[in-house]
């Protein structure tokens, strides 16, 4: 698990580094660009889609679907992030106790 | 506090989720890391989504380096700045020397909060038996929702993510848990490049 961890900080801020260091052009080429903000879109998607729908390998649809619901809606009115994720949390908890 | 509540819960030590705050400090490739192994993937898996999601940091670090000093030995300290908040908050400032303190200002209070937050959020789901029983499981998907909302503000993005959703639950049962979201992002690179020849 450590060197995971370490490997992937490492990375990332390797990848900071290099934006501040780089000669300006390699970055600057607009397939790069324009390609690089669609990154965390979809991966952000593809989480939410993983961590709400699955275990392990397996499709399931439980108490997650109903929280992502209300953290939908809470977004929607413009809540705080904390919010957001306590709303969740909590909704998938109290369903797990009814 | 969310993400140390999520890493602790998704098995993660307290000095792993600390090391991820303190030495990685950009919010979504650390939520991705622990949502990955939370999830049943590998943490390799979950490092390889970290460092794509890590990408963005990059061309922020590119819009910062003509207000930042880029070839001095401050450039490393100021690198593990460059995120969402001190770019935004660094670019909205009108001349250089506002912007360079609007930078470091956001920085290090956003590094003390945060590192803060996640050792109050992971000490107290010590505490806690069975993190299920709080609704845990439910905050990873909640905390990505949060994240890519400001994201969505045009019908591509939204087009693009409902389609990476859609891609990662049908690759979900054949592959091993993580590898779909690599898929996701080796697709929407190909997207991404064969869009901007046109």
Redesign the interface.
Known sequence: ?????????A???A????????P?GV??D??V???????????????????????????VLD??AA??GV??V??LLRAP??V?????????????LL | MSFGAISTAAGLSLFQTSALSALMFTGASQFALVGVVGAGGSVWAGAATAALLGTRNALYGLRLSSILDRSGPRRLPAAHFVIDETTAMAIARESPAESRFAFWATGVELFIFWNLGTLAGALATHLVPDPKVLGLDAAPPAAFLALLAPRLRAREPMAIALAAGLVTLVCLPFVPAGVPLLIVAVLVAVFGVMRSRR
Not at chain 1, 15 to 22: H, I, V
């Open positions: 698990m450590w060197a995971g961890v370490l490997v992937a900080c990375a990332c801020y990848l900071k580094l290099a934006g501040l260091s780089l300006a970055l600057q607009t397939r660009q324009r390609t690089i903000p669609l990154v965390p879109v979809a991966l952000l998607a593809a989480l939410i889609a993983t961590n709400t729908f699955s275990t392990g390998n397996h499709l108490v997650r929280a992502i953290a939908v809470a977004v992030f904390l957001v994720v306590a709303s969740a949390a909590a909704t998938a908890g109290l369903l797990r």
